[in-house]
Nanobody, 119 residues
Framework: QVQLVESGGGLVQPGGSLRLSCAAS????????MGWYRQAPGKQRELVAI???????NYANSVKGRFAISRDTAKNTVYLQMNSLKPEDTAVYYC?????????????WGQGTQVTVSS
């Protein structure tokens, strides 16, 4: 099992910045990638950014150039730096991890952290 704990959400004005953190613990060996999804009210959960165990990254088009995902392998923590925030970035942000055990791939999710962009 992998436990994911997010932090760093909150209320910010348009144009502002926030940094989300996600700390992984438990059976973390075999994690292939970690990242962030978000879900706004009335909408489906969508990919925000992913970072693989090799360091490759992938972003949703809507956040490219504004958000940056990074990791601290020593702390088993992934970060999402969010700049130039817009009201449409308002959502619950979920940390996720994809883990390979044998031939089985399992997905793990954090509890979510609220990000609200409003004046």
């Amino acid at each position: 099992q992998v436990q994911l704990v997010e932090s760093g959400g909150g209320l910010v004005q348009p144009g502002g910045s926030l940094r989300l953190s996600c700390a992984a613990s438990g059976s973390i060996a075999g994690i292939l990638e970690m990242g962030w999804y978000r879900q706004a009210p009335g909408k489906q959960r969508e990919l925000v950014a992913i970072i693989t165990s090799g360091g490759s990254t992938n972003y949703a088009n809507s956040v490219k150039g504004r958000f940056a995902i990074s990791r601290d392998t020593a702390k088993n923590t992934v970060y999402l730096q969010m700049n130039s925030l817009k009201p449409e970035d308002t959502a619950v942000y979920y940390c996720t991890a994809k883990k390979l055990t044998g031939i089985r791939i399992s997905d793990y999710w954090g509890q979510g952290t609220q990000v609200t962009v409003s004046s």
